[in-house]
């Protein structure tokens, strides 16, 4: 077993055990993953021990979580308003970026603004992220989806739905104008 501190940190493992079963897996499926046995996730969880970071960084690559963000809610009640100004985007794909518009905190449901300029992408290839199930939104543009060898092409106010599992990519249609989606997701992939 890892070397580990005494005294564990408040509230990492309801926070860990929420987002494993949001993600419908079992500390077995867990455990396998990581190398760790079942009853000291157990442990871990019921925060009767404070796992070491390393034993965090390998539990956490398997819920799809940063051990940074582990700590940012933890024990401190939080605002539900997240002011978009506050929110967190990231470039991505090809003249693409992404802003997330929920917590890091949320184990069940992740919504991400997205802005395609004109002729920009998710990337030339399809890509696949984690098992959630997702929406796509279109808030304005027009955009191609492409879902395992399906195409669609979506305006303003369709949507589509998919498995984040499902090889996928998104494209602003018309080479000439921008593109804001709205993607919804859960469990949360990123």
């Known amino acids: 077993m890892p070397n580990e501190q005494s005294g564990p940190a408040a509230g990492i493992g309801a926070r860990l055990r929420r987002r494993r079963r949001a993600l419908h897996l ?30 965090l960084q390998r539990i956490c690559d398997v819920l799809k979580l940063t051990v ?8 401190s009640e939080t ?15 090809e003249g693409a970026t992404k802003i997330k518009l929920t917590p890091g905190s949320f184990d069940h449901l992740e919504v991400l603004l997205g802005h395609f300029a004109p002729g920009g ?14 929406l796509l939104l279109v808030l304005s543009g027009q955009v191609d989806v492409w879902v395992r060898e399906r195409h669609h ?10 498995l984040g599992s499902d090889p996928h990519r998104v494209a602003e249609s018309t080479g000439t104008q921008e593109a804001r989606v709205l993607w919804a997701m859960a469990p949360p992939t990123y």
Not at 153 to 162: G, I, M, N, P, Q
């Open 153 to 162: 092409r979506l305006s303003a106010l369709d949507s589509v739905h998919y």
């Open 121 to 134: 992408s998710t990337g030339v290839e399809p890509y696949t992220h984690g098992a959630s199930e997702e």
């Open 26 to 55: 079992t500390l077995k499926d867990v455990a396998d993953r990581t190398g760790l046995t079942e009853g000291y996730l157990s442990q871990v969880e019921r925060d009767q021990v404070n796992a070491s970071v390393r034993t």
């Open 79 to 93: 605002s539900p308003v997240l002011r978009f100004r506050d929110a967190r985007g990231m470039s991505f794909g």
């Open 68 to 75: 940074g963000g582990l700590f940012e809610q933890s024990g």
